[in-house]
């Protein structure tokens, strides 16, 4: 009887862990060389250390499977070197997100963000524009 606990207690918790695990979005790309490769792109400059930054990405997460795959959405984490050197290149603000087109010219950016209709009124004017 025991071992028929334990054991129905192991399937419960994985059971449960990996339905806790297909609740997550999906991971954010980091390949930054994806700018430029002839498909328009969405870069969110992530810096985990800023609640404005985890607001953006929270809101985006709520956005994404309506942009996907049509828009590319990257992000650049702001505490890896890559990350750090493509906001640098740019001039990129933490918690930003900045529209590139098919050839990797930047074509707007949206910082200081206030609310999920704000970034979603930003994607419909910068992005939904190059994507057709």
């Known amino acids: ?21 297909s609740r997550l ?13 002839g498909q328009v792109a969405a ?11 985890i607001v953006l990405m929270d809101d985006l997460n709520e956005i994404r499977r309506d942009w996907e795959p049509s828009l590319v959405l990257l992000m650049a ?21 900045s529209i590139f087109d098919g050839r990797g010219e930047l074509i707007a950016t949206y910082a200081r963000h206030r609310d999920r209709e704000a970034l979603v009124s930003f994607l ?5 524009p190059l994507m057709y």
Do not use: C, W
């Open 25 to 37: 979005p999906p991971p954010y790309d980091t390949d930054l060389a994806k700018v430029g490769a």
């Open 77 to 97: 984490n702001f505490h890896h070197p890559d990350g750090r050197a493509f906001a640098d290149r740019y001039a990129l603000p933490r918690a930003s997100l």
């Open 124 to 128: 419909e004017q910068q992005a939904r």
């Open 1 to 21: 009887m025991r071992k028929l606990i334990a054991f129905g207690t192991i399937v419960l918790t994985i059971a449960v862990v990996v339905f806790m695990l």
């Open 43 to 53: 870069v969110v400059v992530h810096d985990h250390n800023t609640v404005d930054s």
